[in-house]
């Protein structure tokens, strides 16, 4: 069982930066693809990030890419997303996930996730 919680959420100007973090619990993180979503108000959850295991690999949805970047600390047991040039449409409730597969596969960027956090709100304003 892994536990999530996430961090660092809040209210922040368009164009200004926040970074979230997620710690996880358990002995085996390392092994573990991580992956950050979020969930605006009346939208379905979206993919933002992922990475794999080892941290050599990423992936981004096309609305972030280039703006935000997620890394992980092994040591720490902790994955982070840092943001910025928000927009008022990054606003959203953002969740931390993690699988145990190693390796990022197209079924992570659907939202195919072991476990998740209880997600911290990002609020950006115009």
């Known amino acids: 069982q892994v536990q999530l919680v996430e961090s660092g959420g809040g209210l922040v100007q368009a164009g200004g930066s926040l970074r979230l973090s997620c710690a996880a619990s358990g002995r085996t993180f390392s092994s573990y693809t991580m992956g950050w979503f979020r969930q605006a108000p009346a939208k379905e959850r979206e993919f933002v990030s992922a990475?794999?295991?080892?941290?050599?690999?990423?992936y981004y949805a096309d609305s972030v890419k280039g703006r935000f970047t997620i890394s992980r600390d092994n040591a720490k047991n902790s994955v982070y997303l840092q943001m910025n040039s928000l927009k008022p449409e990054d606003t959203a409730v953002y969740y931390c996930a993690a699988d145990s597969r190693a390796y990022l596969t197209p079924s992570h960027t659907r939202g195919v996730m072991a476990y998740w956090g209880q997600g911290t709100q990002v609020t950006v304003s115009s």
């Open positions: 990475i794999s295991s080892s941290g050599v690999n990423t």
